[in-house]
């Protein structure tokens, strides 16, 4: 016995010698019986591992666009479908050649309407559904349905606003869309989130059933109770909810999807079309040996530590279901996402030097904040037209750490100490809607400037601080509860000396973690926000082992482990096909710099992919290119 990596002629004599091993079993026969034998399909090899092999791309030339996001493949006309947000449509490739990928076409939604905007897409049993969001974004948007050999529109409806990912499920009778229903940017228009469930029995006559959220309005106050994040100015629990992303059961009959900003999931019965449940995620404790974060942009390295107070909310993005010992479970890819509208109004802001500010809450939202300007024994007015979020303005004049929380850090009454400091955790970016002191109502309990609780203060006490997303990617069970997380091992492996960056492995990954995607020696560049930042995912089955692939939207690559225990993933490989980490303008030399920004992954298959090699299919959004990765598999020969 042996191992080595399998390709399409190892393959071959894998074939053969499992071919003489049912012979042999049968006797060695050769009658016709037995001949009979070698038509019977071969179970696919299961590998002792995998690694990912950069195998080729196909460039749209668009810098920092979008020009290349969310991926799909149709295996029967080997094409690959990318959503291309620049040009609002979806690049065709031809895939033929999956090492190299050219353009065979173009599909847009300019049979519905003209400038509309394709934001997801997939495809199944030669169908290519799109994801269409209308031209003013708070209004209805649309699903369309195609041919995929002749790209030809078969029918198109009018789903919830913003529709923002598509999916079939499994058995292909219904299409999916996660309608988010993002607000105007000054939070006038503030759309319902929805779930359109599209049956296509008859993919020329689709018929679309909405799954809305206005039966859970009245229970607000529960949800809140639970750790739903619902904190929109003046939003209902049906206008706050922004559907993101869908994973299905294997058996087609109930669906997750992601509700980002609010930090749940919706548990939905599709053949109901009903939100049958809302479970809320929780949180990350970084203070806990293992859930370190490098918290520091600015001392140009890379320190994972723990800070008691500091807590991450998972906030995921994409989201995959797989079965295991008869149980469904989720993957989730914890990015991590602050709500941010009406930035570009100097007006949401307010005058530099006002006291008290006068930011105009009603042009705009913005959550995240720095840890150091948030508390400071000055007050907010400090930061009046420059960060200062006009709501934060409006429920207080400034921000305190409760410092038998804190204390370790140097927060006494009054004065938060050395905690604001950029060693400590000062520059971390943070949500300022939630963490401080509450009374039963869910009203601030008030302080001094002193830190002296009473209730003509006007001083918020944070308990606890909420970071973005968990720098992690986790998997779930059906019910939302946790059953397993990368921690910090994401942000550790890539300070280590192990990691190696660029198609041939040559580049160390200490030199340039949490860069930045769209500009070069970034080093650090990230930390303060949401580190590396995993968001795409995708799941692949081979044998009988299922493979996470994660994309690090920011540090770029993706990240590959074995899934297949869910209590016991084990790390595969990272490959980052980033070539060039120091030119200041990477969109000068976009011809030779890699991918940046992974977006869109999807597995193919062995079997349904061109010249018989499992294949990952990556839109990277700031390069604009779409690259093809082999799946290596190390495998155990018979002698």
Same mark, same amino acid.
């Given at each position: 016995?042996?191992?080595?990596?399998?390709?399409?002629?190892?393959?071959?004599?894998?074939?053969?010698?499992?071919?003489?091993?049912?012979?042999?079993?049968?006797?060695?026969?050769?009658?016709?019986?037995?001949?009979?034998?070698?038509?019977?399909?071969?179970?696919?090899?299961?590998?002792?591992?995998?690694?990912?092999?950069?195998?080729?791309?196909?460039?749209?030339?668009?810098?920092?666009?979008?020009?290349?996001? =969310?991926? &799909?493949?149709?295996?029967?006309?080997?094409?690959?479908?990318?959503?291309?947000?620049?040009?609002?449509?979806?690049?065709?490739?031809?895939?033929?050649?999956?090492?190299?990928?050219?353009?065979?076409?173009?599909?847009?939604?300019?049979?519905?309407?003209?400038?509309?905007?394709?934001?997801?897409?997939?495809?199944?049993?030669?169908?290519?559904?799109?994801?269409?969001?209308?031209?003013?974004?708070?209004?209805?948007?649309?699903?369309?349905?195609?041919?995929?050999?002749?790209?030809?529109?078969?029918?198109?409806?009018?789903?919830?606003?913003?529709?923002?990912?598509?999916?079939?499920? $499994?058995?292909?009778?219904?299409?999916?869309?996660?309608?988010?229903?993002?607000?105007?940017?000054?939070?006038?228009?503030?759309?319902?989130?929805?779930?359109?469930?599209?049956?296509?029995?008859?993919?020329?006559?689709?018929?679309?059933?909405?799954?809305?959220?206005?039966?859970?309005?009245?229970?607000?106050?529960?949800?809140?109770?639970?750790?739903?994040?619902?904190?929109?100015?003046?939003?209902?629990?049906?206008?706050?909810?922004?559907?993101?992303?869908?994973?299905?059961?294997?058996?087609?009959?109930?669906?997750?999807?992601?509700?980002?900003?609010?930090?749940?999931?919706?548990?939905?019965?599709?053949?109901?079309?009903?939100?049958?449940?809302?479970?809320?995620?929780?949180?990350?404790?970084?203070?806990?040996?293992?859930?370190?974060?490098?918290?520091?942009?600015?001392?140009?390295?890379?320190?994972?530590?723990?800070?008691?107070?500091?807590?991450?909310?998972?906030? $995921?993005?994409?989201?995959?279901?797989?079965?295991?010992?008869?149980?469904?479970?989720?993957?989730?890819?914890?990015?991590?996402?602050?709500?941010?509208?009406?930035?570009?109004?100097?007006?949401?802001?307010?005058?530099?030097?006002?006291?008290?500010?006068?930011?105009?809450?009603?042009?705009?939202?913005?959550?995240?904040?720095?840890?150091?300007?948030?508390?400071?024994?000055?007050?907010?007015?400090?930061?009046?037209?420059?960060?200062?979020?006009?709501?934060?303005?409006?429920?207080?004049?400034?921000?305190?750490?409760?410092?038998?929380?804190?204390?370790?850090?140097?927060?006494?009454?009054?004065?938060?100490?050395?905690?604001?400091?950029?060693?400590?955790?000062?520059?971390?970016? =943070?949500?300022?809607?939630?963490?401080?002191?509450?009374?039963?109502?869910?009203?601030?309990?008030?302080?001094?400037?002193?830190?002296?609780?009473?209730?003509?203060?006007?001083?918020?006490?944070?308990?606890?601080?909420?970071?973005?997303?968990?720098?992690?990617?986790?998997?779930?069970?059906?019910?939302?509860?946790?059953?397993?997380?990368?921690?910090?091992?994401?942000?550790?492996?890539? &300070?280590?000396?192990?990691?190696?960056?660029?198609?041939?492995?040559?580049?160390?990954?200490?030199?340039?973690?949490?860069?930045?995607?769209?500009?070069?020696?970034?080093?650090?560049?990230?930390?303060?926000?949401?580190?590396?930042?995993?968001?795409?995912?995708?799941?692949?089955?081979?044998?009988?082992?299922?493979?996470?692939?994660?994309?690090?939207?920011?540090?770029?690559?993706?990240?590959?482990?074995?899934?297949?225990?869910?209590?016991?993933?084990?790390?595969?490989?990272?490959?980052?096909?980033?070539?060039?980490?120091?030119?200041?303008?990477?969109?000068?030399?976009?011809?030779?710099?890699?991918?940046?920004?992974?977006?869109?992954?999807?597995? =193919?298959?062995?079997?349904?992919?061109?010249?018989?090699?499992?294949?990952?299919?990556?839109?990277?959004?700031?390069?604009?290119?779409?690259?093809?990765?082999?799946?290596?598999?190390?495998?155990?020969?018979?002698?």
């Amino acid at each position: 016995m042996g191992y080595r990596i399998i390709r399409k002629e190892v393959w071959a004599s894998f074939a053969v010698w499992a071919m003489v091993a049912v012979l042999s079993g049968c006797g060695g026969s050769s009658d016709s019986s037995a001949a009979a034998v070698p038509s019977a399909p071969i179970a696919e090899v299961t590998p002792e591992s995998i690694a990912l092999r950069w195998l080729g791309r196909y460039s749209s030339n668009v810098f920092a666009e979008s020009a290349a996001e =969310i991926t &799909a493949y149709d295996a029967l006309t080997q094409r690959a479908f990318v959503v291309n947000a620049k040009a609002g449509s979806v690049d065709v490739l031809d895939m033929a050649d999956p090492a190299n990928p050219s353009l065979f076409g173009t599909l847009s939604a300019d049979d519905i309407s003209a400038n509309l905007t394709v934001n997801s897409v997939a495809v199944k049993n030669g169908l290519v559904a799109l994801a269409v969001e209308a031209q003013l974004k708070t209004d209805l948007g649309f699903v369309a349905v195609y041919r995929a050999d002749t790209l030809a529109l078969l029918d198109y409806a009018t789903v919830g606003a913003q529709p923002d990912m598509v999916t079939f499920t $499994p058995d292909g009778r219904y299409i999916l869309l996660a309608n988010e229903g993002e607000p105007s940017a000054d939070y006038s228009i503030d759309p319902e989130g929805s779930i359109s469930v599209v049956d296509i029995l008859d993919p020329e006559n689709v018929v679309v059933s909405s799954a809305g959220f206005t039966a859970y309005n009245p229970d607000i106050d529960a949800l809140r109770q639970a750790g739903v994040r619902i904190y929109g100015p003046g939003a209902s629990v049906a206008q706050d909810l922004e559907p993101e992303y869908i994973a299905v059961s294997a058996d087609s009959s109930t669906a997750w999807v992601v509700l980002q900003e609010n930090n749940a999931l919706a548990k939905l019965d599709i053949a109901t079309a009903t939100v049958s449940a809302i479970l809320p995620l929780g949180y990350k404790d970084h203070g806990v040996a293992g859930n370190g974060l490098d918290p520091n942009d600015e001392d140009g390295m890379t320190v994972v530590s723990t800070y008691a107070g500091l807590r991450g909310l998972y906030l $995921p993005d994409s989201i995959a279901a797989y079965q295991a010992n008869g149980a469904t479970y989720l993957v989730t890819a914890n990015e991590g996402d602050a709500r941010a509208w009406g930035e570009d109004d100097s007006a949401y802001w307010g005058t530099e030097d006002a006291e008290p500010c006068d930011g105009d809450g009603s042009k705009g939202f913005v959550e995240e904040f720095r840890i150091k300007h948030l508390v400071h024994a000055s007050g907010f007015d400090r930061r009046c037209g420059d960060d200062l979020p006009a709501q934060l303005r409006e429920l207080a004049a400034g921000a305190l750490l409760n410092p038998a929380v804190f204390g370790y850090c140097g927060a006494v009454p009054g004065d938060p100490g050395d905690c604001r400091d950029d060693e400590v955790f000062g520059r971390l970016n =943070i949500t300022w809607t939630e963490g401080y002191q509450v009374d039963v109502n869910g009203d601030p309990v008030m302080y001094t400037s002193a830190g002296v609780q009473d209730v003509a203060g006007d001083r918020l006490m944070y308990d606890s601080l909420y970071a973005y997303g968990g720098r992690s990617f986790s998997i779930w069970d059906e019910d939302g509860s946790l059953i397993w997380d990368s921690a910090d091992a994401i942000e550790q492996f890539l &300070a280590s000396d192990v990691c190696m960056l660029g198609a041939t492995r040559t580049l160390p990954c200490a030199d340039y973690v949490n860069s930045n995607h769209d500009e070069g020696d970034s080093a650090d560049n990230r930390s303060d926000n949401k580190g590396p930042e995993p968001e795409g995912l995708a799941l692949g089955t081979i044998g009988t082992k299922t493979f996470a692939f994660v994309g690090l939207e920011r540090m770029g690559g993706i990240m590959v482990y074995d899934i297949t225990d869910p209590v016991a993933p084990i790390f595969q490989d990272y490959l980052n096909t980033r070539e060039d980490w120091n030119t200041e303008d990477a969109g000068a030399v976009l011809a030779s710099v890699g991918d940046l920004g992974p977006e869109g992954l999807h597995f =193919i298959s062995a079997a349904d992919a061109p010249g018989g090699e499992a294949l990952l299919l990556v839109g990277n959004e700031v390069s604009g290119t779409t690259a093809v990765y082999e799946v290596e598999q190390l495998v155990l020969m018979a002698p």
